[in-house]
């Protein structure tokens, strides 16, 4: 039987097949493309069980489309999955408690893009944004939108924008990820009344999420359409990368490195009149995503 991960914890996992919901173990050794991961069974997965001795076993992981990962924080040099097979990526950022860094954003559109998986950001609790942050939030729209990036704005507590985020995920499955806290688990709430996630709350000494989702979970919708919501994230690691690899998964680069005069070696970081650094004079490229470039081919511990 093949069936589809819908939930992991690391020691179990739930398998959806024809509607039932199947608890599996894994069996032995599964043989991965990437051997390199903290968690080779990600919710997402396509995967084969069997019936053992009364009890289910996920034997084989079929090939994956595309895959989201980041750095684990906890094992050097191991990724961490977030999910397989998705439709597109929503994450949900927001300028207040606790408010997402544009790094942040850059590294987990990189990742995505690192796929071709298209890309959405939405902006939530714009119940608490100030004067100025509503200004960025217009800089933020030019910017991303610029680069093909879906943006959308959201109060969970006041029921705003919340139909237009409903509609997007008709008929896709979705990965929904982001900071501890962002209010990713009210969204969905609010969305289906099949999903009845935990909500924390925002501790007042940092600002920031408790960590109340704890293992990723996909959640039916209606028949086509699926969401993940995921635990909090602390970190985005960039899983390696060189950076002409880097600058692809920048789409205002992409075409623009092609015509550099220093050819497909030049890394745009100080190379005079090169394509990327005009583009930037010209403004045809965000200072903000050039920094977010920079500090990735540089390899800076800058994950947060
Ligand atoms: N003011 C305001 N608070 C919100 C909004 N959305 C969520 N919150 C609050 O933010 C806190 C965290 O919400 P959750 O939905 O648990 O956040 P999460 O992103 O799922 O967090 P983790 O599961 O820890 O990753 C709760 O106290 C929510 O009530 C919003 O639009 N406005
Ligand atoms: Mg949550
Ligand atoms: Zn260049």
């Known amino acids: 039987m093949t069936g589809i991960v819908t939930k992991s914890t690391g020691s179990w996992y739930d398998v959806l097949i024809e509607g039932k919901k199947y608890e599996c173990r894994v069996r032995g050794k599964i043989r991965l493309e990437e051997i390199k991961e903290t968690n080779p069974v ?31 924080v906890k094992k050097t040099g191991h990724s961490n999955i977030l999910a397989a097979n998705i439709d597109q990526a929503i994450l949900i950022a927001t300028l207040q408690q606790p ?3 544009l790094g942040f954003i850059d590294r987990f559109l990189v990742s995505a893009e690192a796929f071709r998986i298209p890309q959405i950001l939405v902006f939530n609790k714009i119940d ?8 960025s939030v217009q800089g933020l729209r030019r910017t991303y939108e610029r680069i093909g ?8 507590l006041k029921n705003e924008g919340i139909e237009d985020f409903k509609k997007i995920l008709t008929g896709k499955i979705s990965l929904i990820a982001g900071h501890s806290g962002v209010g990713k688990s009210s969204l ?12 924390g709350e925002i501790s007042s000494f940092n600002q920031k999420g408790t960590h109340t989702t704890t293992f990723a979970e996909m959640f039916e919708i209606d028949k086509q359409t699926f969401v993940i919501d995921t635990p ?12 002409q690899e880097i600058s692809d998964y920048f789409p205002e680069m992409r075409e623009l490195r092609l015509n550099c005069k220093f050819g497909s070696k030049c890394l745009h970081l100080r190379e005079p009149g090169c394509a990327i650094h005009l583009a930037l004079e010209n403004k045809e490229i965000a200072l903000s995503r050039y920094e977010s470039y920079v500090a990735m081919a540089e390899g800076k511990d800058n994950r947060k």
């Open 232 to 243: 909090g994230i602390k970190e985005w690691g960039l899983v390696d990368m060189t950076p």
């Open 99 to 101: 408010r997402t860094s």
């Open 149 to 156: 990036v879906t943006i959308y704005f959201t109060s969970t």
């Open 42 to 72: 990600t919710v997402g997965d396509h995967v084969r069980i069997e019936i053992e001795e009364g009890s289910h076993a996920i034997t084989e992981i079929l090939p994956r489309k595309n895959h989201i990962s980041r750095l684990s």
């Open 128 to 135: 608490l944004y100030d004067a100025d942050d509503f200004e």
């Open 188 to 199: 969905l709430n609010l969305i289906s009344p099949h999903i009845k996630q935990s909500i």
